[in-house]
């Protein structure tokens, strides 16, 4: 049995996101209109994640 190769579906279209092995990838786009790095290491991260401070857990 071969293995399935890694694929986009654009079934769905959408700037912001699109599925990727059945998994939801945000695009550089998004990250760019949400304002900030969430730290969870994005594929498109557009922030250098080395100078960002890292969050207080109170």
């Keep these: 049995m ?3 190769k890694p694929t986009k579906d654009t079934g769905n279209s ?3 996101y ?3 092995n059945g998994l939801l990838v945000f695009t550089e786009a998004y990250h760019r ?5 969430c730290q969870s290491k994005c594929r498109h991260c557009p922030y250098d994640n080395s100078k ?6 109170l």
């Design 33 to 37: 209109r949400r304002g900030y790095c």
């Design 2 to 4: 071969k293995k399935p």
């Design 52 to 57: 960002s401070k890292p969050s207080k857990n």
């Design 18 to 20: 699109y599925w990727e």
């Design 14 to 16: 959408h700037p912001d």
